[in-house]
């Protein structure tokens, strides 16, 4: 089986914090809306650079 990793775009970075969001939602119960408050623009910040 073959993957592919492409750069993502800027158009790209809303719906990539979206996915990240609805992940940790998911999976990490334990993580808080306060936590979620404090990283959400850490990874906006670093999908960028």
Known sequence: MKYLV???GEAEFPEL????????RAT???????DIAYYKPLIQFYTRN
């Open 6 to 8: 492409e750069k993502v």
């Open 17 to 24: 914090v979206a996915v990240w969001e609805a992940s940790v």
């Open 28 to 34: 990490h119960h334990f993580i808080s809306e306060e």
